[in-house]
């Protein structure tokens, strides 16, 4: 539960009706709320009435409300990268055939802002909006390490360290070691550790000043291709990560030095 009072509360309470991502109905989210049947009631109301839910008197159901959705665009357009890189992934993805991953962290975990799927799409866990997991997945190991010291710190605090696979880091010292590789080689693997038969190579998207702006991966199933051939694709993943930060740093996310040296 948010320790951040009302406003906090009133948020958990619509992330949980958010979590269901489908028509809810009150009893449904009394019966795992940590708030009072009138105090969870309250919360709906408001929220309702502000438009941030919507409430079907015919089912009794609520679902997210059309503000949210409008709030939720705006800030898909103001503080994404998607809509930055969008041409970029999408030239990339039609150039490898591969699936084109674009991620930022949020409260330490990986979301995937952006997804363009391959020429022969495989199902797999991600997709555009969904949040996993950053200690076993390529994007989410490229971001942790290129984290400032303090901010690492307190993200690997909050990993679960969930075992996925056979291959999941499950201790904050492996997946340090891994980071630390990482950081030599500027790019990341993911070895099957969050979905069987998944592999990826992912590349931090980073400014001039070495600010984390987010990730992008080429993932592919091993039914169709090996590490080694996406590690191939490293050059190209590279020059497209450093195209989309190059044109996220002159237009949205500005660097004093940046902004200097294009005077």
């Known amino acids: ?7 906090g509360k009133a948020l958990d309470v619509l992330e949980q009706v958010a979590a269901y991502g489908k028509p809810v109905r009150f009893a449904t989210l009394l019966a795992e709320s940590q708030f009072p049947k009138a105090t969870l009631y309250r919360f709906l109301q408001t929220l309702t009435s502000q438009g941030m839910l919507a409430y079907d008197p015919h089912h009794q159901t609520y679902t997210l409300g059309v503000r949210l ?12 990268l998607a809509p930055i890189a969008r041409p970029f992934i999408d030239r990339l993805s039609a150039e490898t055939g591969q699936t084109v991953h674009l991620a930022q962290l949020d409260h330490a975990q990986v979301l995937y802002v952006d997804k363009r799927n391959a020429a022969k799409p495989v199902e797999m866990f991600s997709a555009a909006g969904k949040v996993g997991p950053a200690y076993c997945t390529g994007v989410g190991k490229a971001m942790l390490a290129f984290l400032p010291e303090p901010e690492l710190a307190k993200a690997l605090a909050q990993q679960s360290f969930h075992r996925f696979t056979d291959n999941t880091y499950t201790t904050p010292e492996t997946l340090c070691a891994e980071l630390e590789e990482i950081r030599k080689r500027g790019y990341a693997f993911d070895r099957e550790e969050h979905e069987p038969g998944i592999v990826c190579i992912a590349q931090p998207i980073l400014t001039e000043r070495r600010r984390l702006l987010g990730a992008m991966s080429v993932t592919g199933a091993l039914s169709s291709t090996t590490l080694e051939e996406l590690e191939h694709l490293v050059p190209r993943l590279a020059r497209t990560a450093q195209a989309i930060a190059d044109e996220a740093q002159a237009w949205r996310f500005p660097d004093t030095h940046f902004q200097h040296m294009r005077a």
């Open 1 to 7: 539960m948010s320790g951040d009072g009302t406003v």
């Open 69 to 80: 959705l409008r709030l939720a665009h705006a800030a898909w357009t103001q503080s994404s």
